[in-house]
């Protein structure tokens, strides 16, 4: 029964029709068989001479690997088919026993071993793939490697199509022509497969791409042949010109067979040996695929093709042994035509998968040699975001479908996309594993998150995530470097932790925290994460504008305990940049970061406050919303809390005059009192330190005199801002006795000087620069003086010094001198000049110079007409000094040091017989000045003042030179002279009793022609001067018969007319000489 039933089931197993009863007959046969073999060799072997046409070993060993290849179909007869196949070993060929008997268990292991849903299948296709090909190469018999193909081949027919038996039938196929060393057999093959095969069934198109792949394994040249000789039969093919002009002819069998054709070569690639591959891809293999590309109708099929076609070759080279020293010539050439596909797909839409597949195919090609520049790497990255980040949301595509089958689609083709671009940029990052690069793709991410649409935002954020952790895990833990992108990093993501989108912030969350796991690595995070959770939270959850400040704050506060300080400008310069391109609510956000990391991190900043504050001023110009330039006035009181020296250094450094920008820093530091008098008192030793080196400099041009210095000329002028800014008296009140004298000094210090010099590098930055120079130094040291009192003084005061155009004297140096004295008599009135005031005004009078020396004295001059100098004790002191400058080289000087001892008689004048002798000594040696006719004028003045205190008795025997000095100034050009030597004669006239009558009445003789002359002064004044001197000198002359005519002509209220007046004289005289 065994001998009859051994044959006769072998029938059934080839045949196709029968695959549902294969199970169950390959456990019948497998039992048969192993009680054949236990009756010995021989009858186990099968009789092909028998009766029965039994099946060929080729054809057993090909349809039981074929059944194999589905090994859970028909109930699981895949472990059925290889146990029948090892018990048949000895029937199929001799030289596979031993291998089948180890190999085939293990087989049947792994099938019992998975399910149909764990199975992997392509490593058990190819699993079962290598089987046949170990086994054909132990059997090494051409003969019969061409008789499994053969009978491959004739299986076909057997299977349905598309099927999974017949796409791995295609690949025993291919396997077998690859082991089989007929080489003319083999090329028949291919041929025969290229030319028969209907190119538009996708199951023939696979199954042929598969036959030469797997053929190529082996027989690779042989492979390219026949694909060059199929290649070029088809061009030689003359189709009629109407039908060639048709695109449905090329998208037809032509289009159908040449993408195949196109496929088939990187398919050859992938499978080609890897030691000889790199020799063949470019011209044999890469070639010819754009030759065919160019020639076909570029429609969407074939781009998917070329798209394939550029991953497979990609991957295939790149597993070569020598691919890090390949250059691939077609690389450019092929990125080019993967950037044009992107950039042509639609961007209102997402139907097809070349977006995203073509961004897979670049960065295969990103791996190959040669390395693209880093620009060529950025314009790369930059189109696959203008080609996906446009697109619109997702859910408004799915909405637009219409079918759910087409919403499945596109959300399919939406995730893959973004996939894409993740392992692109994952790709590029190991290509250069470099922070600097890593920072570059960054930026490129960065300029999408000021967009003004929210999904693009979003989709920026989510691969702003993925990069941070892509460099996190690709350079960042490899290298172990600190990491110094923190604060850039912090400053330019942050912001967003506030957009509208709630998914968006949960992506800048998402970025902060892997941030802070890169910067926290060598410190214990400790609660971070827990608190970055829970604030993701809030933030995701926040009803409000100002709740999600709220969350983002507690959010900075978390980050500042791990913000490294010596980040801190480029934090400061991105969140600046942040709050210029982003939407408000964002740029409100980078503006608390920017205060809080300033408030807690502030302290460790030192070295980095020029930095800081140049990075604020510099964005002062571009920040102009109100809010946020709050924002930046906020923060240098922030630093200037905790590094007060440094910040004001900083700002003093700024060139003059100051622009709006830097005198709004200046005053942001008045917004608070406290500060605000610390800031001051900085300021006045500025400027104290800078005076005191002033008489060391030993080395100064002509130029350099005339210009200001630059230092306490910039601490003036930010005086001038800080006391302006304050909204109250009170610090203003506590430093005036310091600000006074520093302030009034700074005035005298730049009168009549020009503005410093701005640094400049050439020639060209100083006419560039030039404007920078005007301005006169004086008036802004007079323009924070004027500040000071208007914080102390009551608006009486300053009214009157501003309607007495004090200021406009005193910043001329011609009359500076007169607007001191101005000055400190308004000032004396409202009682503010103290005693320490004038303590620091004396030590002025001695300085080398001169223009202290002038302002002092004219201010001590005019304080000699207050009472105050003699109640506080200091007239002594002030008239020391003053008898010291009425020798003073500087005519000025003098003349102010005379004025002042003539306002005794104001201040003091019970002292004024006490110090008769010490005034009149020097106001009148002071009339023999030949340097200044101001002094002697002022000098005659002063003592016009002094006579009216003293007898004649006290004048002594300075009488007659006082009365001979002033004679010589009646006929002097300057009518003030001759005005004031009138005056003081006459005062003479009263003062003159018994002893200098004589003597004056001889004088008078000498000089009554002269006063009869000036009668008739050409100036107005002059002459009323005469005409009461003359009055009072008159009576000296001993013409008592006259006195009455004196008297008519000379009377206050008589008008006087000279000419009468001579007549009369002459008159009387002559008459009296006859007589």
Not at 114 to 132: G, P, V, Y
Not at 734 to 742: K, Q, S
Not at 1032 to 1052: A, M, S
């Given at each position: 029964?065994?001998?009859?039933?051994?044959?006769?089931?072998?029938?059934?197993?080839?045949?196709?029709?029968?695959?549902?009863?294969?199970?169950?007959?390959?456990?019948?046969?497998?039992?048969?068989?192993?009680?054949?073999?236990?009756?010995?060799?021989?009858?186990?072997?099968?009789?092909?001479?028998?009766?029965?046409?039994?099946?060929?070993?080729?054809?057993?060993?090909?349809?039981?690997?074929?059944?194999?290849?589905?090994?859970?179909?028909?109930?699981?007869?895949?472990?059925?088919?290889?146990?029948?196949?090892?018990?048949?070993?000895?029937?199929?060929?001799?030289?596979?026993?031993?291998?089948?008997?180890?190999?085939?268990?293990?087989?049947?292991?792994?099938?019992?071993?998975?399910?149909?849903?764990?199975?992997?299948?392509?490593?058990?296709?190819?699993?079962?793939?290598?089987?046949?090909?170990?086994?054909?190469?132990?059997?090494?018999?051409?003969?019969?490697?061409?008789?499994?193909?053969?009978?491959?081949?004739?299986?076909?027919?057997?299977?349905?199509?598309?099927?999974?038996?017949?796409?791995?039938?295609?690949?025993?196929?291919?396997?077998?022509?690859?082991?089989?060393?007929?080489?003319?057999?083999?090329?028949?093959?291919?041929?025969?497969?290229?030319?028969?095969?209907?190119?538009?069934?996708?199951?023939?198109?696979?199954?042929?791409?598969?036959?030469?792949?797997?053929?190529?394994?082996?027989?690779?040249?042989?492979?390219?042949?026949?694909?060059?000789?199929?290649?070029?039969?088809?061009?030689?093919?003359?189709?009629?010109?109407?039908?060639?002009?048709?695109?449905?002819?090329?998208?037809?069998?032509?289009?159908?067979?040449?993408?195949?054709?196109m496929l088939t070569y990187s398919s050859v690639a992938v499978h080609a040996p890897k030691d000889q591959l790199l020799s063949r891809v470019e011209a044999d293999i890469t070639g010819n695929i754009l030759l065919h590309y160019r020639t076909s109708c570029q429609d969407m099929y074939l781009k998917l093709t070329f798209i394939h076609n550029v991953m497979e070759i990609s991957c295939a080279i790149l597993e070569t042994r020598d691919s890090q020293e390949f250059e691939f010539s077609y690389k450019l050439e092929l990125l080019g035509y993967m950037l044009?596909?992107?950039?042509?797909?639609?961007?209102?839409?997402?139907?097809?998968?070349?977006?995203?597949?073509?961004?897979?195919?670049?960065?295969?090609?990103?791996?190959?040699?040669?390395?693209?520049?880093?620009?060529?790497?950025?314009?790369?990255?930059?189109?696959?975001?203008?080609?996906?980040?446009?697109?619109?949301?997702?859910?408004?595509?799915?909405?637009?479908?219409?079918?759910?089958?087409?919403?499945?689609?596109?959300?399919?083709?939406?995730?893959?996309?973004?996939?894409?671009?993740?392992?692109?940029?994952?790709?590029?990052?190991?290509?250069?594993?470099?922070?600097?690069?890593?920072?570059?793709?960054?930026?490129?991410?960065?300029?999408?998150?000021?967009?003004?649409?929210?999904?693009?935002?979003?989709?920026?954020?989510?691969?702003?995530?993925?990069?941070?952790?892509?460099?996190?895990?690709?350079?960042?833990?490899?290298?172990?470097?600190?990491?110094?992108?923190?604060?850039?990093?912090?400053?330019?993501?942050?912001?967003?932790?506030?957009?509208?989108?709630?998914?968006?912030?949960?992506?800048?969350?998402?970025?902060?925290?892997?941030?802070?796991?890169?910067?926290?690595?060598?410190?214990?995070?400790?609660?971070?994460?827990?608190?970055?959770?829970?604030?993701?939270?809030?933030?995701?959850?926040?009803?409000?504008?100002?709740?999600?400040?709220?969350?983002?704050?507690?959010?900075?506060?978390?980050?500042?305990?791990?913000?490294?300080?010596?980040?801190?400008?480029?934090?400061?310069?991105?969140?600046?940049?942040?709050?210029?391109?982003?939407?408000?609510?964002?740029?409100?956000?980078?503006?608390?970061?920017?205060?809080?990391?300033?408030?807690?991190?502030?302290?460790?900043?030192?070295?980095?406050?020029?930095?800081?504050?140049?990075?604020?001023?510099?964005?002062?110009?571009?920040?102009?919303?109100?809010?946020?330039?709050?924002?930046?006035?906020?923060?240098?009181?922030?630093?200037?809390?905790?590094?007060?020296?440094?910040?004001?250094?900083?700002?003093?450094?700024?060139?003059?005059?100051?622009?709006?920008?830097?005198?709004?820093?200046?005053?942001?530091?008045?917004?608070?009192?406290?500060?605000?008098?610390?800031?001051?008192?900085?300021?006045?030793?500025?400027?104290?330190?800078?005076?005191?080196?002033?008489?060391?400099?030993?080395?100064?041009?002509?130029?350099?005199?005339?210009?200001?210095?630059?230092?306490?000329?910039?601490?003036?002028?930010?005086?001038?801002?800080?006391?302006?800014?304050?909204?109250?008296?009170?610090?203003?009140?506590?430093?005036?006795?310091?600000?006074?004298?520093?302030?009034?000094?700074?005035?005298?210090?730049?009168?009549?000087?020009?503005?410093?010099?701005?640094?400049?590098?050439?020639?060209?930055?100083?006419?560039?620069?030039?404007?920078?120079?005007?301005?006169?130094?004086?008036?802004?040291?007079?323009?924070?003086?004027?500040?000071?009192?208007?914080?102390?003084?009551?608006?009486?005061?300053?009214?009157?010094?501003?309607?007495?155009?004090?200021?406009?004297?005193?910043?001329?140096?011609?009359?500076?001198?007169?607007?001191?004295?101005?000055?400190?008599?308004?000032?004396?009135?409202?009682?503010?000049?103290?005693?320490?005031?004038?303590?620091?005004?004396?030590?002025?009078?001695?300085?080398?110079?001169?223009?202290?020396?002038?302002?002092?004295?004219?201010?001590?001059?005019?304080?000699?007409?207050?009472?105050?100098?003699?109640?506080?004790?200091?007239?002594?002191?002030?008239?020391?000094?003053?008898?010291?400058?009425?020798?003073?080289?500087?005519?000025?000087?003098?003349?102010?040091?005379?004025?002042?001892?003539?306002?005794?008689?104001?201040?003091?004048?019970?002292?004024?017989?006490?110090?008769?002798?010490?005034?009149?000594?020097?106001?009148?040696?002071?009339?023999?000045?030949?340097?200044?006719?101001?002094?002697?004028?002022?000098?005659?003045?002063?003592?016009?003042?002094?006579?009216?205190?003293?007898?004649?008795?006290?004048?002594?025997?300075?009488?007659?030179?006082?009365?001979?000095?002033?004679?010589?100034?009646?006929?002097?050009?300057?009518?003030?002279?001759?005005?004031?030597?009138?005056?003081?004669?006459?005062?003479?006239?009263?003062?003159?009793?018994?002893?200098?009558?004589?003597?004056?009445?001889?004088?008078?003789?000498?000089?009554?022609?002269?006063?009869?002359?000036?009668?008739?002064?050409?100036?107005?004044?002059?002459?009323?001067?005469?005409?009461?001197?003359?009055?009072?000198?008159?009576?000296?002359?001993?013409?008592?018969?006259?006195?009455?005519?004196?008297?008519?002509?000379?009377?206050?209220?008589?008008?006087?007319?000279?000419?009468?007046?001579?007549?009369?004289?002459?008159?009387?005289?002559?008459?009296?000489?006859?007589?």
């Amino acid at each position: 029964m065994t001998q009859v039933l051994w044959p006769r089931l072998l029938e059934y197993v080839v045949p196709a029709e029968y695959t549902g009863t294969l199970k169950p007959l390959c456990r019948c046969l497998r039992e048969v068989v192993e009680k054949k073999q236990q009756e010995g060799e021989e009858a186990a072997c099968l009789d092909y001479g028998g009766p029965v046409k039994l099946p060929t070993p080729q054809g057993l060993l090909a349809r039981l690997l074929v059944v194999a290849s589905s090994p859970y179909s028909g109930e699981g007869h895949g472990c059925a088919a290889l146990q029948l196949l090892q018990a048949l070993h000895q029937n199929i060929h001799a030289a596979v026993g031993e291998m089948w008997v180890v190999k085939i268990p293990s087989l049947v292991q792994y099938i019992e071993g998975n399910t149909e849903n764990s199975l992997d299948c392509a490593r058990w296709e190819h699993m079962l793939l290598q089987f046949l090909r170990t086994s054909l190469e132990m059997i090494d018999d051409s003969a019969w490697s061409r008789q499994i193909s053969l009978e491959l081949s004739q299986q076909m027919a057997g299977y349905a199509s598309p099927s999974n038996e017949k796409s791995f039938l295609y690949k025993a196929l291919g396997t077998s022509l690859a082991v089989c060393q007929d080489l003319v057999h083999v090329k028949s093959q291919l041929q025969q497969f290229l030319t028969t095969t209907d190119y538009m069934e996708v199951p023939e198109r696979q199954g042929v791409i598969s036959i030469l792949a797997f053929s190529a394994e082996s027989h690779l040249d042989l492979t390219l042949n026949a694909l060059q000789e199929f290649g070029a039969a088809m061009s030689k093919v003359k189709v009629s010109g109407f039908i060639s002009r048709l695109k449905g002819y090329h998208r037809g069998k032509r289009g159908k067979t040449l993408s195949t054709l196109m496929l088939t070569y990187s398919s050859v690639a992938v499978h080609a040996p890897k030691d000889q591959l790199l020799s063949r891809v470019e011209a044999d293999i890469t070639g010819n695929i754009l030759l065919h590309y160019r020639t076909s109708c570029q429609d969407m099929y074939l781009k998917l093709t070329f798209i394939h076609n550029v991953m497979e070759i990609s991957c295939a080279i790149l597993e070569t042994r020598d691919s890090q020293e390949f250059e691939f010539s077609y690389k450019l050439e092929l990125l080019g035509y993967m950037l044009d596909f992107i950039k042509k797909e639609p961007l209102d839409s997402l139907a097809s998968p070349v977006r995203y597949k073509a961004i897979l195919a670049i960065g295969h090609l990103s791996k190959l040699k040669p390395s693209l520049t880093l620009e060529g790497n950025r314009e790369l990255l930059d189109q696959c975001f203008k080609s996906l980040f446009p697109l619109p949301p997702l859910e408004m595509m799915k909405k637009e479908s219409e079918t759910a089958k087409d919403a499945l689609l596109i959300e399919s083709l939406y995730v893959r996309s973004l996939e894409a671009l993740d392992k692109l940029m994952e790709t590029l990052l190991e290509e250069e594993p470099t922070t600097n690069w890593f920072q570059e793709m960054f930026e490129l991410l960065a300029t999408w998150f000021s967009s003004g649409k929210e999904w693009e935002r979003e989709r920026a954020f989510q691969a702003s995530t993925r990069l941070l952790t892509a460099y996190q895990e690709t350079v960042h833990s490899t290298t172990q470097e600190t990491f110094n992108r923190f604060g850039s990093l912090i400053g330019r993501i942050a912001p967003y932790s506030c957009d509208s989108l709630a998914t968006s912030r949960q992506w800048v969350v998402d970025c902060i925290s892997c941030l802070l796991s890169m910067q926290g690595q060598p410190m214990n995070l400790g609660s971070a994460e827990e608190e970055l959770s829970c604030l993701c939270e809030e933030l995701t959850t926040a009803p409000d504008p100002e709740a999600l400040f709220q969350a983002s704050s507690k959010m900075a506060r978390v980050v500042s305990e791990y913000f490294p300080s010596e980040q801190a400008t480029d934090f400061i310069e991105t969140t600046m940049d942040s709050m210029l391109s982003a939407n408000p609510t964002c740029a409100t956000a980078a503006g608390l970061w920017m205060k809080i990391i300033l408030k807690e991190c502030g302290d460790a900043m030192l070295d980095q406050v020029p930095a800081i504050l140049d990075i604020i001023y510099s964005h002062m110009s571009n920040i102009q919303e109100g809010s946020l330039r709050q924002f930046l006035l906020e923060a240098v009181p922030i630093l200037a809390h905790q590094h007060l020296e440094a910040v004001i250094s900083s700002l003093l450094s700024k060139r003059l005059p100051m622009d709006s920008d830097t005198t709004e820093l200046w005053r942001s530091l008045g917004g608070d009192p406290l500060l605000a008098t610390q800031v001051l008192q900085v300021l006045i030793e500025k400027i104290k330190t800078s005076t005191s080196q002033e008489g060391s400099v030993t080395s100064e041009t002509e130029t350099d005199r005339h210009l200001a210095v630059a230092e306490p000329l910039s601490a003036t002028c930010a005086i001038f801002e800080v006391v302006s800014a304050l909204q109250s008296s009170k610090a203003v009140q506590e430093l005036l006795p310091e600000l006074f004298p520093v302030l009034l000094q700074q005035v005298s210090r730049t009168l009549g000087q020009k503005m410093p010099l701005p640094v400049i590098s050439s020639q060209e930055s100083f006419q560039k620069d030039r404007q920078h120079t005007e301005g006169n130094p004086c008036r802004f040291s007079v323009q924070a003086f004027e500040s000071m009192l208007s914080k102390v003084g009551n608006v009486r005061l300053m009214r009157e010094l501003r309607e007495q155009g004090t200021w406009i004297l005193l910043e001329n140096p011609q009359t500076h001198h007169e607007g001191v004295c101005l000055l400190v008599r308004v000032l004396l009135r409202s009682e503010l000049v103290t005693p320490e005031i004038i303590q620091s005004l004396l030590a002025w009078v001695n300085s080398p110079t001169e223009n202290y020396r002038v302002t002092s004295t004219a201010f001590l001059a005019q304080l000699m007409s207050d009472p105050m100098l003699r109640e506080k004790k200091f007239l002594k002191s002030v008239l020391r000094v003053l008898e010291e400058r009425s020798q003073d080289r500087n005519s000025i000087v003098r003349q102010m040091a005379v004025r002042g001892l003539g306002n005794i008689v104001d201040g003091a004048p019970q002292k004024v017989k006490k110090h008769k002798k010490f005034l009149l000594d020097i106001l009148i040696g002071a009339l023999h000045d030949i340097f200044s006719s101001e002094v002697i004028g002022e000098s005659m003045n002063a003592l016009a003042k002094v006579l009216k205190q003293l007898k004649e008795k006290d004048i002594g025997s300075s009488f007659r030179d006082l009365t001979q000095q002033i004679r010589t100034y009646f006929d002097d050009e300057d009518d003030a002279l001759r005005s004031v030597a009138f005056v003081l004669f006459g005062i003479l006239a009263q003062l003159t009793k018994k002893k200098w009558k004589a003597y004056f009445t001889e004088q008078v003789q000498k000089s009554w022609v002269t006063l009869l002359l000036h009668l008739q002064d050409p100036n107005p004044q002059v002459s009323m001067k005469c005409r009461a001197t003359f009055h009072l000198c008159f009576p000296f002359l001993g013409l008592k018969r006259l006195q009455h005519v004196i008297n008519k002509h000379l009377d206050d209220t008589a008008k006087l007319n000279p000419t009468e007046l001579q007549e009369d004289i002459c008159r009387h005289l002559a008459s009296s000489w006859n007589t």
